[in-house]
Nanobody, 126 residues
Framework: QVQLVESGGDSVQAGGSLRLSCAAS????????MGWFRQTPGKEPEGVAR????????WYTLSVKGRFTISQDNAKNTLYLQMNSLKPEDTAMYYC???????????????????RGQGTQVTVSS
């Protein structure tokens, strides 16, 4: 059984930093495309970043480029999202997600993920 458990969400002021973690069990984080997406009430989920370490592929949505960094620790089987220079518009529930290992990371969208965690709330105040 695959489980993805996020942690690290918090309330911070604009300009602050947070690091989100996603501990995986029943799934090897290095085996396929993994990513983070976020959602606010009443809005569609938005892909934030995704990574496939076997190929070195990393993608960020434009609004977080230069501020967020996605990474993995294969020994800990954990995915991370380092978020710096946070803005109020980054406020959302953040979810960790994993794709089918047979799927290319390049074309993976939020709807394509097979597994997702329960989410962790990030709130940024101005």
């Amino acid at each position: 059984q695959v489980q993805l458990v996020e942690s690290g969400g918090d309330s911070v002021q604009a300009g602050g930093s947070l690091r989100l973690s996603c501990a995986a069990s029943g799934y090897t984080v290095s085996s396929a495309c993994m990513g983070w997406f976020r959602q606010t009430p009443g809005k569609e989920p938005e892909g934030v970043a995704r990574i496939y370490t076997a190929s070195g592929y990393i993608w960020y949505t434009l609004s977080v480029k230069g501020r967020f960094t996605i990474s993995q620790d294969n020994a800990k089987n954990t995915l991370y999202l380092q978020m710096n220079s946070l803005k109020p518009e980054d406020t959302a529930m953040y979810y960790c997600a994993a794709a089918d290992p047979r799927r290319s990371c390049i074309g993976t969208r939020v709807v394509n993920y097979l597994y997702r965690g329960q989410g962790t709330q990030v709130t940024v105040s101005s």
